[in-house]
């Protein structure tokens, strides 16, 4: 029940602070799943290129570096103890396959999502929704949003730094997200064993009918009261408590979305922008390594389609790039 008493004094502590709601419209929902989408998908290519020989050498590669474990940036700790961390399905999945885990709970994201997107008018009738008026389904919804994104910025931190620190080119990644790494390692690690304890065939939908066939998905404040006056808590599953949870945290998302939301969109270009850049820089070196490879082996191969696989990507943030300037 903690859970839910923390989601009642959030809702207070908008209230008591006077902090004037707008809305939260449906289009800006549905962009921030496809930029969520987008990120997911390129995690899938980038996995997809290698094979369980190629992750295990690059892992053992890794563990042969010698790391400076008094910088204040350095994660290889983290990292080191990764594997040990997960639990369950999670944990035999990571020991097969390095990133094993993350490669599944990307493709588990990218379902979600689709099943978000696809329900979006049914989880969200109208074409906007202020704070108090959103219900359980939508604290979920904001709650699956959180989630990914924790995972997204902990994976892009955890594989580039791994990819850096094996190719030379940095033992450290950036200071914000070394930090960022840190602080939320123990919600990533969670994420991951969540959704691989999940059963296969799980679907958020499912989930959110299952609320309302009880009764449950409630506005969160109406009357002067909260919904917890009347929320049976053994109504809500695992899963259901889980999303809430991130919910919660995901007020500020939502607060985020309706102040900041051009500010937000600017914060994407640049991170397309570095992202763009860190591609370039990766698909050159890529390139220099494809000189000192046999033309006639099968790794030519493997790094003649990944350079591919980049120049596509790079060509497609050029186009986002070049359209919000040009907005």
Request: proline share 2%.
């Amino acid at each position: 029940m903690s859970i839910l008493r923390n989601l009642e004094q959030s809702i207070f502590k908008y209230m008591k602070d006077k902090i004037k709601l707008g809305s939260l419209n449906k289009e800006q929902i549905a962009q921030v799943i496809q930029f969520q989408m987008e990120t997911l998908k390129s995690f899938s290519r980038s996995f997809s290129s290698f094979d369980r020989a190629s992750m295990l050498k690059l892992m053992e590669k890794y563990q042969g570096l010698q790391f400076n474990k008094s910088h204040k940036h350095d994660i290889s700790k983290y990292v080191f103890s990764f594997k040990n961390q997960l639990s369950g399905k999670a944990s035999a999945i990571e020991k097969s396959k390095p990133f094993g885990a993350q490669e599944a709970t990307t493709a588990f994201f990218i379902k979600i999502l689709t099943e978000v997107n696809k329900n979006l008018d049914d989880l969200f009738p109208k074409e906007s929704v202020t704070l108090f008026e959103c219900k359980l389904s939508n604290v979920m919804v904001l709650g699956i949003l959180r989630e990914i994104d924790i995972f997204c910025k902990c994976t892009t931190t955890h594989w580039t730094h791994t990819i850096d620190a094996c190719t030379g080119s940095s033992l450290v990644p950036l200071g914000y997200q070394a930090e960022y790494f840190a602080n939320h390692f123990d919600k990533y690690i969670d994420i991951i064993n969540d959704v691989h304890d999940k059963e296969h065939n799980y679907s958020f939908m499912k989930d959110v009918g299952d609320i309302q066939q009880k009764n449950s998905d409630m506005v969160l404040y109406a009357n002067q009261q909260s919904f917890l006056n009347f929320l049976n808590p053994s109504n809500l599953s695992k899963t259901a408590m889980q999303h809430v949870k991130y919910g919660i945290f995901g007020f500020g998302i939502f607060t985020w979305v309706l102040s900041l939301w051009d500010d937000w969109k600017h914060i994407q270009y640049l991170r397309n922008k570095d992202f763009k850049e860190w591609m370039e820089n990766r698909a050159a070196l890529l390139r220099l390594e494809l000189m000192n490879t046999n033309p006639n082996s099968p790794e030519y191969l493997r790094l003649v389609n990944i350079i591919k696989s980049y120049d596509a990507k790079i060509a497609e943030y050029d186009r986002k790039l070049a359209n919000y300037e040009k907005e």
